[in-house]
């Protein structure tokens, strides 16, 4: 196989370039910057094409060998292969191999099947592989076989297909042979099935034994039934009597529940000799009672006591100027507000730096400029929203009497607006097409008639009912002020501004920032114009703030403190001045009714000799005794009802002599011979159960005694299998690997006196170097000496991987790193080399050319 000459279109710094190719040895030697790596990138790309260019991907082939200067991006290769000649033509893209364009000839005839892959064709390997053996530069120093290279220099070992390997051969082999016996006695098949069988003998063995005591179980089984007939006779007979006897107990109970209810009755009439109290005289009397509680309590807690009026008169002397109203509170809430949005605004100020001010500003605007448009739009809605917040302030929450008016909400407008333009499409589309126009005019009044209805009917139902609630046009204005905040939200939410903090506060902030990225160059200036004006607009607020709260007599430089304080003064001092208000005014009122609701308990309590220290409970307790004896006398009533009615209805005439019989010792005896009976009935069914059970485990037995024998066979012949397999395997190796390693060895003995160490190859293509008699890995060896292996390791795999035909080899420069007694030697064996193989060399400097 070898090159005949390539054609260059554009490809990186080449343009139209034609380069023809020797048999032998083809050396480029030309300076750093000609593009000698362009063009092994070019051959490489010709064969294997190009990797697709990603985004946020590194930069890739595609990407660096992209022609600056536009045009055709590719070009063509002409080699010869087993006797065939072949041109390859490649049109890249850009970015994308999917949009390449490849077409091959053979003999000058176009064969479309080896378009997408004639590089693994010709070559049997993929672009990874031929980097690793055609392809060597001063940047690859790999000593490692790759998938594709292991692949075709083991396909005559074991195929292409890595199931069928030795390796996963013998696994399969292991795995299975460990199913049947395990390391351990103790698992696998074999020994499971022998545990199984000693179970299943043990099992027969005592279900003889259950056999023969079937038998004693049978007869004990009788008796048991014999004992439960005679024991039931006897409760029978003694629960008759009983009932009897239960019947007559019951009424005795009746006839002393009657004698307790007599007595207690006589017990409530004897605690009140002077009579009971009526239900109306009670009621009053708790009413008393309860007012004149309430007004003891009142009396206690609206006293003013000295300490309160010391309170009030500090206080007095703090607000000689006037208590603060709402209105002043408010402003100074305000004023601290501005003071603090002030301070953050200095310190902004302070902060901004113009090395850093553009990068700042450019996390907002850098991905979209706002234009012109896009600002007068945002600062028309602001307008709209600072007009719409001013006139919901000005407008009360709620509204008294009259009717309530229906308003248009922007549905309706919308709804309008979309009709009115149906009507003016309509009439333009009938110049043209009068059944189209007719039909668009026909929406257009249907939605206008659709929505008057809506109206009239709304205005109708607000006309029935009066307005004393909250006021619709504030509501409308509310939902308005909130749709614009939300269509101010969506166009800052671009330029990453949000409106938590409101939205007047967002919007200055993005005006603010967007004329700072306009004007970045004269920030400076405005910087300091801002901060002296703000700095002196904070100064006039704290010295504002300051003598308003030493006028109120507070002084304390924390201005949230301050105004803390002063809310708590006020508060204070407008509960102090109520609570003497309401104790002048409501002393003397408020001694009256004590005086009246105290005369009405005592006379009650006099009248019916209750005088007590405690007036509420003592009442409490006569309700409850009037509540008492009225039931008790229901209760009485009914009882003696009850217990007639009982006697009647049982035929109580004349109580039985005797005691009750006992049956609980007999209801133990019967209980316990009938759990025994259903335990023995129980354990004979589950010995009946297992005695028919014997024959299917005897027949089990002789299943599982074959099975044993199949799986001591069939263990046998796997463990023949993979002693006849490893001997094979290592047969074979010894046979045709040791080829690849002698190919390795020839090669390695020419370079051993380059590299100035002996290096060797294992079985799996690992490489080694033998120092003092020691191997060590191939990464202990210096730049040059590895560049030198590598070649080494490319032609021992190239003679053993390409029996019939040697591929071309293409070297970029890969001798940079020797030095001039190393690469004199390399120089000869590659001059030696091309006398069997076509080598393309490229190198930079004259004392590397060859």
Partial sequence: MKLKSCYIINFGKFSKKDIQFKDGLTSVCRENGYGKTTLAAFLEAMFFGMDSTRKNSKFNDRAHFCPFNGGAYGGNVVFECKGDEYKIEREFDKTSNVKDVTRVYKNGI??????????????????????RTVFLSDRDFELSATDGINTKLKSFLEGNDDESSFEAAIDRLEKKSKEYKKQRLSAGLIQDEREAIQTLKEKISNLESVRSGLVEKYKKFEEYNKTIDDISSKISAAQTKNVVLTKWTNYERMLSGISEKEEKKAEINARYPLGLPKSSEIEETENAISEYNKDIAVSKNSKFSEEDRQKLSL??????????????????????????????????????????????????????????????????????????????????????????????????????VVCGVMLLAGAVTALFNIVAGSVILALGLIGIVVEAFLYLNKKSNMALRSVSAENPQKTQLLAVKRDLAFEISKLLIPYDYSCDDGVQYAVTCFLRDNERYITLLMKKSDAAFRLKESENKLKDV?????????????????????FTKLKMNVSEYNSLKKREEAFIAGDKILSERIKTNGEIISNFFKKYGKESDNPSQTLKNITEDLRTLQTVEQDLKKLKEDAEKYKREAGLTEKPDGETVDIAELNRELTDIRNKSSVLALAISEDETEVEKEDSLKSELEERNEKLKKYRYDYEILVKTIDFLTNADRALKEKYIKPICDSFKFYSDSIEKVIGEKVVMDSDFNIRFIYNGIER???????????????????????????????????????????????????????????????????CHESRAI
Avoid: W
Avoid at 379 to 398: I, L, R
Avoid at 547 to 560: A, C, L, P, T
């Fill in 777 to 843: 890995s191939d990464e202990h060896l210096s730049s040059g000496q590895k560049s030198v292996c590598a070649l080494c390791f490319r032609l021992a795999l190239i003679d053993n991987m390409y029996l019939s035909e040697k591929p071309f080899l293409i070297l970029d420069d890969p001798f940079v790193n020797l030095d001039e007694d190393y690469l004199e030697k390399a120089k000869s064996i590659l001059l030696e080399l091309s006398k069997k193989s076509q080598i393309i060399y490229f190198s």
């Fill in 542 to 562: 704290r010295a504002e703030l300051k003598s308003i709260f030493n006028g109120f007599g507070i002084v304390d430089e924390n201005y949230f403190s301050a």
């Fill in 315 to 416: 206080l007095k002397q703090k607000f000689a100027i006037g208590v603060p109203d709402d209105s002043l509170m408010a402003s100074i809430d305000e004023k601290i507000d501005e003071a603090r949005f002030l301070e953050v605004d200095i310190k902004t100020i302070k902060a901004e730096d113009n090395s850093a001010e553009e990068a700042e500003l450019g996390q907002h605007f850098a991905a979209h400029k706002p234009t012109k448009k896009e600002v007068e739009e945002i600062e028309e809605k602001f307008g709209k929203y600072q007009e719409v917040e001013q006139a919901c302030n000005d407008t009360p929450s709620t509204i008294v009497g009259g009717a309530a008016k229906p308003v248009l909400t922007k549905a309706d407008i919308l709804l309008l």
């Fill in 110 to 131: 176009l064969c479309e099947d080896l378009a997408d892959n004639i590089g693994e064709v010709i070559f049997e390997i993929d672009k990874e592989s031929f980097e």
